[in-house]
């Protein structure tokens, strides 16, 4: 069963950064990390879960919802099993708890189930 461990997060002033991390373990034998793209969601208080950003398995064709496009960077180290994103001129309509997700991913399409991680606050405020 795939694990995601997140860290990071924490609370920020406007204009401040963070940055998140997501190690995955328990791949079973055929397959690796690599094999799984890599999606970073949020939830605010009373708001639907949102897509971030996401990734694809190795690295390529990074997308981001409009509202964090210029200011969060995905990316992944295959060689540490870990995804970040990286947030930069956060406001305070990005605080909401963080999730990350795994996928696995062949031919261009996910397939499997999904796995998620644990959840990480992140507080945008002066």
């Known amino acids: 069963q795939v694990q995601l461990v997140q860290s990071g997060g924490g609370l920020v002033q406007p204009g401040g950064s963070l940055r998140l991390s997501c190690a995955a373990s328990?791949?079973?034998?055929?397959?690796?990390?690599?094999?799984?793209?890599m999606t970073w969601y949020r939830q605010a208080p009373g708001k639907e879960r949102e897509l971030v950003a996401t990734?694809?398995?190795?690295?390529?064709?990074?997308n981001y919802v409009d509202s964090v496009k210029g200011r969060f960077t995905i990316s992944r180290d295959n060689a540490k099993d870990t995804v970040y994103l990286q947030m930069n001129n956060l406001k305070p309509e990005d605080t909401a708890v963080y999730f990350c997700?795994?996928?696995?991913?062949?031919?261009?399409?996910?397939?499997?189930?999904?796995?998620w991680g644990q959840g990480t606050q992140v507080t945008i405020s002066s």
């Open positions: 997700n795994a996928q696995r991913i062949w031919a261009g399409v996910l397939r499997g189930p999904a796995y």
């Open positions: 990734i694809g398995n190795i690295g390529t064709n990074p």
């Open positions: 328990g791949f079973a034998s055929r397959f690796t990390f690599s094999n799984y793209a």
